[in-house]
Nanobody, 124 residues
């Protein structure tokens, strides 16, 4: 498994931006599909965005499409989530997830490695 550490969360006003980072260690990062999920209080963990090993394919939840961008730097073993036009409903703990080959990229049970999460709070 790969170890994942998220950073970059915080408090931001509605309409603002944040950039989350997820640093990986322990395995060859470039062989892992990576995704971001989030979990708000009292809700299930939900898919936000995913990116394939090569970075050639990206996927987004409808709720964030056009506002969030996932990217990766395999040379730095890091995946990013650039979040713009943030809304109060984006408030959640954001988790980074990894697995060598993911079939269904939006499914939480496809991933074998998870980070500890980083809190994002958007005030209205």
């Amino acid at each position: 498994q790969v170890q994942l550490v998220e950073s970059g969360g915080g408090l931001v006003q509605a309409g603002g931006s944040l950039r989350l980072s997820c640093a990986a260690s322990g395995r060859t990062f470039s062989t892992y599909d990576m995704s971001w999920f989030r979990q708000a209080p009292g809700k299930e963990r939900e898919f936000v965005a995913g990116i394939r090993r090569s970075g050639g394919s990206t996927y987004y939840a409808d709720s964030v499409k056009g506002r969030f961008t996932i990217s990766r730097e395999n040379g730095k073993d890091t995946v990013y989530l650039q979040m713009t036009s943030l809304k109060p409903e984006d408030t959640a703990v954001y988790y980074c997830a990894a697995h060598p080959v993911v079939r269904w990229i939006a499914q939480t049970n496809e991933y074998s490695s998870w980070g500890q999460g980083t809190q994002v709070t958007v005030s209205s």
